[in-house]
C-alpha cells in the first residue's frame, strides 16, 4: 500500500522505505523469540514456585535455582509477586514462600524493592490478584527489614498517586 506513494523501486525513497520495511521485519521476529524465551522463564518459575506448596523446601536453594533461571531481579520478583497473588490458586502458604524467596533473593544480593515498587505501579488496577495477599508479603518484607515503608511513601508521593481517584489500590 505504502509502495504506491513512495514511488517507483528504482528511487531512493522507496529504496529507503524497504531498509525500513525490513529493519522492522527483523525488530518484530527479535521481539517475539524474546517474549518466547521471557514465558518459558516464567513457567518455569512457576513451576519452580508450585513445587514449594507442596513439598518440604530450602530457601536458599530455590533462590539460588530462581537466580539461575534469570539473573533479572525484576522478573523474579514480579513472578514470584504474581504467584503469591493470584486468584487463580489458593492457601496461604504461597504468602509466606513467597516472602522468604525474597528475603533469600536480597541475600544473595538482588534489589526486591524497586521490583515491588515497579509491580504496585503497573498492576495496581489488575482484577486477577488478591491485593491482600499481595500485601501480606509486603508486611512480612517489611517486618524483615527488606522493604522500607518511608521509601514506599516517598515512591507513593513522587509519583503522584495520591491524586489518583482509587488511591485505596497503591496506599
Keep these: 500500500m505504502l509502495r504506491g506513494i513512495v514511488g517507483p523501486p528504482s528511487t531512493a525513497a522507496y529504496e529507503r522505505f524497504e531498509e525500513i520495511r525490513k529493519r522492522n521485519a527483523r525488530i518484530c521476529a527479535l521481539s517475539e523469540s524474546t517474549r518466547g524465551a521471557e514465558l518459558m522463564v516464567h513457567r518455569a518459575i512457576i513451576k ?6 507442596s513439598s518440604p523446601f530450602n530457601s536458599r536453594m530455590i533462590a539460588l535455582d530462581l537466580q539461575s533461571m534469570s539473573n533479572d531481579s525484576n ?3 514480579q513472578v514470584c509477586l ?3 497473588a493470584t486468584v487463580h490458586r ?3 502458604a504461597r504468602v509466606y514462600i513467597a516472602a522468604r524467596l525474597l528475603h533469600e533473593l536480597h541475600g544473595i544480593g ?3 524493592e524497586t521490583p515491588i515498587l515497579a509491580f504496585v505501579k503497573s498492576r495496581s488496577d489488575a482484577c ?3 491485593f491482600s495477599s499481595f500485601y501480606k508479603v509486603v508486611v512480612e518484607l517489611v517486618q524483615s527489614r527488606h522493604f522500607s515503608v518511608g521509601r514506599y511513601l516517598q515512591w507513593v ?7 489518583r481517584p482509587n488511591v485505596s489500590s497503591v496506599v
Excluded: C, F, P
Design 110 to 112: 538482588m534489589n526486591v
Design 90 to 92: 489458593y492457601g496461604h
Design 157 to 163: 508521593i513522587a509519583n503522584g498517586l495520591l491524586r
Design 48 to 53: 519452580i514456585l508450585d513445587s514449594t506448596v
Design 82 to 84: 504474581e504467584w503469591s
Design 75 to 77: 522478573t523474579l520478583v
Design 128 to 130: 486477577d490478584l488478591d
